[in-house]
């Protein structure tokens, strides 16, 4: 699975699978990679899936949501709102689709150094909160 990441500005694909399968790619963020611009261009699609020809094993999107393209975020006319109305095609030999493409980038998951300092700076206060107690006690 594949999911909740922020994918920008990559020379080349922001994605490729070669050949995988039963992958779950969705909630992503994809910005400008492959020289993709803010309006779509077939010769600059932002993601790959090689495999066997016209039979792709991957799902690019969840049963109701898939991932958001920088290049793609319209039209979006008929409900549900929030989804492209159109499918984005992935580029390879396997016509790919992310069926529910989103309109409005998605919060990536944070990163674990992140994690780190936030867990470290609630380990201090709670240190700081026990010696408190103590010497009040």
């Given amino acids: 699975m594949i999911e909740g990441n922020e994918i920008l500005d990559n020379t ?4 490729s699978i070669n050949g ?3 992958n779950m790619i969705w ?3 994809f910005y400008h990679n492959n020289g993709a611009g803010d309006v779509y261009d077939p010769s600059h699609v932002q993601a790959h899936e090689s495999g066997t020809i016209g039979n792709s094993s991957n799902f690019w999107n969840s049963t109701d949501r898939g991932n ?3 290049d793609w975020t319209g039209p979006d006319v008929i409900p549900p709102f929030g989804i492209v ?7 390879g030999s396997v016509n790919a689709k992310d069926y529910y493409p989103l309109t409005t980038p998605q919060t990536p ?3 674990f150094q992140s994690m780190l ?4 700076v609630i380990a201090l206060v709670l240190v700081y909160v026990v010696r408190f107690e103590r010497k009040g006690t």
Avoid: A, F, K, R
Avoid at 85 to 91: A, G, K, Q
Avoid at 117 to 120: A, F, I, P
């Fill in 117 to 120: 300092l936030v867990m470290g």
């Fill in 20 to 22: 995988g399968s039963q």
């Fill in 68 to 70: 958001y393209w920088s």
């Fill in 109 to 111: 998951i944070p990163e």
């Fill in 27 to 29: 909630n992503n963020t």
């Fill in 12 to 15: 080349g694909y922001g994605l």
């Fill in 85 to 91: 109305d159109l499918p984005y095609n992935i580029s």
